[in-house]
DNA sequence: CGACACTTCTTTATCGTTAAAGTAGTGTAG
DNA sequence: CTACACTACTTTAACGATAAAGAAGTGTCG
């Protein structure tokens, strides 16, 4: 049923019927009742979606890209608190959110046509690495795109936080306390799934901007307390899970014993501190554990943890901003970096 | 930049240079990689999806409707694990998931374009009332949806639990117990935002299934026991925030003094602890409380909330499942009720 | 050598809509 | 009574792609 067949039974041209939905005040008041009327009755549901955007050269429609499989966002508790800022700014802006599929092949490659296919407007691709084929698609696309956290592409809008700084102060404030024996506990610094002590080169290569940018504001602040940062461990896992965190522990703690422990996510910090009580060790009297993110857990935990707050709704919310502003034409808010802080809880306190 | 100018500049039909991108057998590699070259020169990054969309007749893409603006759902910790059990499924079948924008307009109606213009194969409708428009205009597109929850339409496939059979397995073991003072916090029963007592009329004409059924499972089981239903105070809460099942609580026990509340939700249940609690009453030797979900707080809770269990993630998984082998055309999997479980912890007990 | 298959590319027609520009007819002001 | 605006519609021409059917050339087999 297309508009063409009302058109034809009401006896009038297509346009016509195609301006009763669209633009009322072009026909009479009778004329379009009269065009619902057939339309109900032929079973006409409304102009074709599709349709309609190929001829007006827009969907209405905001695509995101994951980093991982779609259904791990799900689980994943910064990456919902995204969407639902994310959502707000579309949904008042009445776009729709296209969550695009692109499950791992075989070969562990995300099948970068997921991003040519999606019919949408523009981009919000949230956390993904340097080097993915799916950011390169999109990004071919030359449609409107925000990037959030990472990576940082010239050119690209991008919104996050400035990671390096929150780094140094989560180190420094281990420093304050007195703090001289460290070890790191990081995600994945490629996606390659490595798993183990990284050395500085590896460090410095990282593909994920955001370890890459953490790892140097540990290091800044530890060097420029005076401290040989090649001498302090840093254990790559190849993910954020706490079970993750409990293996870093578990390598680091017998060889380097130390007394203070700076971990990339909350999950990894819990993960270390349940391997270190379990262990026999408190926290923090023998061992000071600092997360990154605050999750919600990390509040209810034992002790409550220490960590660098980030508000990811908000980050959502000024992506989703930006990327509308650039939709309709304006200029709109362009990247500052959103403020983080320093949320010292239990899980700290000078060395033993 | 399009196919057709693609063409004309390696000088062949665009036909041809549609099959380099869809049916790499039906052309020789050379002039494939020929294509390739000249697209890429030219920045044309592979065929438009809705040019595509349009002559093949579908978009690869499943709609979801919420019965809430959109980013609520992401607040809704069962929403959450709805979706990603959906898009488990949806990801791995290749489909886009498409959050279909439906803010509330002045008056409190959403409106129901959002369905008629959304670019898709078919709909999943999570948890709506009966009688949303936007219901109607998803219906109305003829195309395969999938209910969940709410409400059940004739003819339309079915995702959900037996709320009734749940409730009365609940309101059964308070029976059991020796309770003989019922009180019932419920969440909406009609869109209308009404709070309060809710008499029996307006507990059958409830626009909301869910809560309707449940509220016939308790009436069941206390009726079977010898009570009396009318006795028995139904408050009407117009959402499910714990703040709403303290009200309730506080309008509750003064008046009833209940040593037995069912509450429709989880986070109802745990409002009312929190409300009881505070005044001096112990869960559960003074008042036994069960709610309904197994969220997760449910099990932390200050006593653990007896509950009946409902799989959410489950329900994505089986919807999804139910949708796409629609979409291929198969029959598929059909309305089995799902199954729920009483997991008893510590908000019940015999009454004082 | 003719029939038939196979590969490689082309032709034609259409998917359903709307922007832009145009045409009557009707009123209204100068 | 002419010019000009206004209302209510129509005409034309895309938007970008692909299904289906066809054609030209090459090889193969009895």
Redesign the pocket.
Known sequence: ?????I?EEV?????????A???P????E???ERIFETAEQLG?H???P???S????RTDVVGVLYSNPLSYAFDDAAAVSFLRGLSSVTEEADLGLLLVPAARGVSGERDPRAASQAAVDGFVVYSMSDEEPLLKAALGRRLPTVVVDQPLKEGVPFVGVDDEAAARMSAEHLLHLGHERFAIVSFALSPDGREGLADPPRQEQASFRVSRLRLQGYRAALEDAGLVWCKVPVYECPGSARELGRRAAEALFPENSPTAVLALSDQLALGVIEWATEHGLSVPEDVSVIGFDDIPEATGAEPPLTTVHQDHAAKGLLAGQMLVSRLRGEGGPSAEPLATRLVVRGSTSPPP
Do not use: I
């Not at 049923?1 to 067949?5: I, Q």
């Not at 006896?11 to 301006?19: L, Q, R, W, Y």
């Open positions: 049923m297309t508009l063409a067949r058109a006896g009038v041209s297509a346009m016509t019927v195609s301006n939905y669209n633009r005040d072009q026909l009479s009778e004329l379009r006409y409304g102009p074709d599709v349709g309609r190929l001829r007006r050269q």
